[in-house]
């Protein structure tokens, strides 16, 4: 099993330009979330997922959009890129809403 | 709002030393996570805590959680320099069928021969 995998690793990006970033899991979880990791706050929640074709907004949702059209897939789109979503992305999966966590290798994003 | 403090941020140990890590959060919870964080990496889970009283090990770890105090703790035994990493402890508000986390800020161990 590959596990959590995010594509790509690196990203830089002009202000107002859009991407989206990639998250694949093979382990047939159901639940699927995005975080951000911001030096000194630990990670805060972005979106997350509870199966295909439902999504719900995390604790910072703003600026970001994600739809989950299969169970493997989570992308996350930054709509219009801006200085202050400079931050290391990771996506996570997790069999049931109780269960551990598991953490693709992360995407690092720099917005100048 | 569930709010989840870790202490200390920074730690600096001897190898051989022991030492203790906190994870205080503010409201009820069903389940505490702990996880590891190597420079650079992805974060690796270390221990699920599922009830009060709850103690878990792991080599030179051990993790314990009280749900009425809402505390849980990270003890490391004996140090030694391959545990320097960052430690997040994690919550899940109880009540919620998804677990969506509120982690702490995290612990910056570093230790040293």
């Known amino acids: 099993n590959a596990g959590v995998t995010q594509t790509p690793k690196f990203q830089v990006l002009k202000t107002g330009q859009s991407m989206t970033l990639q998250c694949a899991q093979d382990?047939?979880?159901?639940?699927m979330s995005w975080y951000r990791q911001d030096p000194g706050m630990g990670l805060r929640l972005i979106h997350y997922?509870?199966?295909?074709?439902?999504?719900d907004q995390g604790e910072v949702p703003n600026g970001y959009n994600v739809s989950r059209s299969t169970t493997e897939d989570f992308p996350l789109r930054l709509l219009s890129a801006a200085p202050s979503q400079t931050s290391v992305y990771f996506c996570a999966s997790s069999y049931n809403g109780g269960s551990e966590q598991y953490f693709g290798p992360g995407t690092r994003l720099t917005v100048t | 709002e569930l709010k989840v403090e870790q202490n200390p941020l920074f730690l600096s140990m001897q190898e051989g030393k022991n030492y203790t890590i906190y994870c205080n959060y503010s409201t009820t919870s069903d389940r505490l996570y702990w996880y590891r964080q190597d420079p650079g990496k992805s974060l690796e889970s270390l221990f699920v805590?599922?009830?009060?009283?709850a103690v878990k090990q792991e080599g030179r770890l051990m993790a314990s959680l009280d749900t009425k105090a809402r505390l849980s703790t990270l003890h490391i035994t004996a140090a030694v320099h391959d545990l320097s990493a960052t430690y997040f402890c994690a919550v899940k508000a109880g009540g919620t069928s998804y677990g969506k986390l509120t982690f702490g800020q995290g612990t910056i161990l570093t230790v040293h021969p």
């Open positions: 382990m047939n979880h159901e639940y």
């Open positions: 997922s509870v199966g295909a074709g439902i999504t």
């Open positions: 805590l599922l009830s009060n009283g």
